[in-house]
């Protein structure tokens, strides 16, 4: 009778023990759970992300380091001009290989919309975005604003040389002076040429005035050049005095990398572009994307792009910004986003293939 009682004590202690052992295991492992879920744990996140984006190495190589050491998460990234990954998401609709789109006019993000190339998310920041710098949908949200210049090499022209205006770029004295980045292959451009037909076009619904201008802006023009690196360095060294390109570049070409560049912002007006970030609709890595999306728009990353790459932050609760953002002064063109898009693709056809002196292009040949 003892050993059938110490046989039924032994199996009784055993299942309390096993039990507390099983609930001490739940424990920590709600624990641990717990403490995996804060930010930049990496918690249920993919091994990589990646990212296509028209930044540039500088900027993707540094976001590279920071995310990577934040989210123990693998970051690839293509460079490439804005119109450019739009063509390569549009190819990859049906195996996307990106999971983010970092970087291009609003332009270019309205239209990846439009073809169902964009995936909805909207970021834990939305209450610091006015409603003019994200999608009603929430398909793409602004990360900055880029306002468009005229760009000169002040070794060759001095302030008071420059052009002042869109127009004056037609001046005759500026024949062979002008180096433009082969405009179908980036947004920036893309948005400066179709602007010059905008001025004109909301008010005659006739594009051929601006096809004029573009004309006349293409006599005076040198070279197209098949990306930005060669454009910068043909007119640092002089073989051109002259482009039109974006603010904050310039700004950063000169301070930076000691380029001699300086700009004007044209006094009738000029477009302002909002740049922006997307996931990819049926992106590989969908958490990973969502992490780098966030990361990239803190208030510190937002910091970090306006202080050391000039960027101009969309975000309306970023404090002490550089005076060079806080006290510019831009003359904004007043422009309809939803006909520009609608328009553009026609009329950038045109300067194509009627407009542009192909001797000049370089763009094929590096």
């Known amino acids: 009778m003892k050993k059938i009682w110490l046989l039924c004590f032994t199996v009784i202690l055993s299942l309390i023990l096993a039990g507390c052992m099983a609930g001490g295991d739940e424990g920590e492992s709600n624990s641990a759970e717990d403490e995996g879920t804060g930010e930049g744990s990496g918690e249920d996140l993919e091994d990589k992300v990646v990212v296509y984006s028209p930044h540039g190495k500088d900027i993707l190589s540094d976001f590279e380091k920071r995310f990577e050491q934040e989210y123990d998460v693998d ?20 195996n996307p290989q990106a999971d983010v789109w970092w970087g291009a006019p609003q ?7 439009e073809e169902g190339l964009l995936a909805e998310y909207k970021p834990s920041y939305a209450d610091a975005l006015d409603d003019m710098y994200h ?4 398909m793409w949200s602004g990360t900055s604003i880029t306002p468009e210049v005229i760009m000169y090499n002040t070794k060759e022209i001095s302030e008071e040389e420059a052009p002042k205006d869109w127009d004056d770029l037609l001046d005759p004295k500026w024949k062979d002076e002008i ?4 405009p179908l292959a980036s947004g920036t451009m893309r948005t400066i040429y179709s602007s010059m037909i905008y001025r004109t076009y909301k008010d005659t619904e006739d594009p051929q005035k601006g096809y004029e201008w573009l004309q006349k802006l293409d006599e005076n023009t040198k070279e197209y050049a098949a990306n930005p690196e060669i454009m910068y360095n043909q007119v640092a060294k002089g073989a051109g005095s002259l482009s039109v390109w974006n603010m904050p570049d310039t700004v950063m070409l000169a301070k930076e990398k000691g380029y001699p560049f300086d700009y004007v912002i044209p006094e009738s007006g000029t477009p302002v ?33 306006a202080e050391t790459y000039y960027r101009i932050p969309t975000r309306n609760d970023i404090e002490d910004l550089p005076e060079w953002i806080t006290e ?17 693709g026609k009329w950038m056809e045109y300067w194509d293939n009627k407009i542009k002196n192909t001797e000049k292009d370089k763009s094929d040949k590096g």
């Open 75 to 94: 970051m690839e990234f293509l460079d490439m001009g804005s119109q450019e990954i739009l063509d390569r998401v549009r190819s990859e609709k049906n």
């Open 107 to 113: 332009v270019n993000f309205d239209q990846a919309k």
């Open 135 to 138: 999608d009603e949908d929430w």
């Open 179 to 182: 180096i433009i980045r082969y």
């Open 273 to 305: 572009l909002t740049e922006g970030i997307a996931i990819i609709k049926n992106a590989q890595n969908p958490k990973a994307a969502e992490a780098f999306y966030e990361f990239v728009n803190t208030p510190e990353a937002a910091k970090i792009l």
């Open 328 to 344: 510019t002064e831009i003359n904004p063109m007043d422009i309809d986003w939803k006909l520009f898009q609608e328009k553009s």
